[in-house]
Every structure is written in structure tokens, then in C-alpha cells.
């Protein structure tokens, strides 16, 4: 299985929604934004949100070529800024693990 890094660096999604999800990102609070997300109550670690977060965009990836009714654009761009957040924490913390380690 791809680690969780690759599966995000090779998603391939519209130009637009992927540059509005990179400029979302840049303002990302893991607090506020993954709560609402993912529900209220203790948030999980990175890779479990980082795991949750893929399934959810995964669903709305095919909703969204689908063209099913139920999409939301607003949804998906929501779940879109959180994963690259998320991700961006994740990788900050694998490089304090190896620099404290070495």
C-alpha cells in the first residue's frame, strides 16, 4: 500500500478546485476546520484524520463526476483545504521526529 504522502501528492482534481484548496490551506486551523468536518468531540491523530479525510474526498470526487445532485462544491472544497492541512502537519511533525532523532 502507498504511504499516505504519495496518495496525496498524486491526486489529480480541476485546476481551480485544487488552487482554491492550496490557498484555504494556507489558512487551516485544525481546531475549528477539522471539528466541523469531522464532528465535535476528541479530533484523531493526523494520519487517522489524514485516512478519514481521504475516504470523504474520495466519496466527493465521485459524486462530483457523477455529476450526482447530492455534490456539494462547497463540501468538497472544505474537505480539500483539511486534507492538504492536515497534511502539512503531518509532514512538519515526520521532520521534528527525524531531527530530534538524529
Not at 16 to 25: E, F, M, N
Not at 64 to 85: N, W
Request: hydrophobic share 45%.
Amino acid at each position: 500500500m502507498q504511504d499516505l504522502m504519495t496518495l496525496i501528492t498524486t491526486l489529480r482534481r480541476p485546476r481551480l478546485l485544487a488552487r482554491a484548496a492550496k490557498l484555504g490551506a494556507q489558512d487551516y486551523d485544525r481546531d475549528r476546520h477539522l471539528q466541523r468536518i469531522l464532528g465535535y468531540g476528541s479530533l484523531p491523530g493526523t494520519g487517522a484524520a489524514l485516512m478519514r479525510l481521504m475516504e470523504m474526498e474520495r466519496e466527493f470526487n465521485s459524486q462530483r463526476m457523477e455529476e450526482d445532485a447530492a455534490y456539494s462544491l462547497v463540501r468538497h472544497l472544505d474537505v480539500l483545504i483539511a486534507l492538504l492541512g492536515e497534511a502539512q502537519l503531518f509532514q512538519a511533525s515526520r521532520a521534528s521526529q527525524y531531527s530530534v532523532i538524529s
